[in-house]
């Protein structure tokens, strides 16, 4: 079992950079892959950036790619999402979720555990 708790979100201005992190806990957290997905108002979930385990092997959506970066320490058992360059339509409620796949790539069907999400709003 993991559990993952989001902190970090907040209000910025356009152009602004905000951290995000996931805390996780249980003996297993830092064999899981970590994905971070949003859900802004009206739409569907999606994905935002995934890291391997080793830290290794990252995955980010073309929406967010330079301007994100997905980062992880295992020792502390967290996993952080650096925003750089924020735009408004960036705004959406920013989740974190495990999955036991291996895969950055894994759809978000193939996620076991998630956080209960930490908003992100991006004023213009």
């Known amino acids: 079992q993991v559990q993952l708790v989001e902190s970090g979100g907040g209000l910025v201005q356009d152009g602004g950079s905000l951290s995000l992190s996931c805390a996780g806990s249980g003996r297993t957290f830092s064999r899981h892959v970590i994905g971070w997905f949003r859900q802004a108002p009206g739409q569907a979930r999606e994905f935002v950036a995934a890291l391997s385990w080793t830290g290794v092997n990252t995955n980010y959506a073309d929406s967010v790619k330079g301007r994100f970066t997905i980062s992880r320490d295992n020792a502390k058992n967290m996993v952080y999402l650096q925003m750089n360059s924020l735009k408004p339509e960036d705004t959406a409620v920013y989740y974190c979720?495990?999955?036991?796949?291996?895969?950055?790539?894994?759809?978000?069907?193939?996620?076991?555990?998630w956080g209960q999400g930490t908003q992100v709003t991006v004023s213009s």
């Open positions: 979720a495990a999955t036991r796949s291996g895969h950055v790539t894994s759809p978000q069907s193939e996620y076991d555990y």
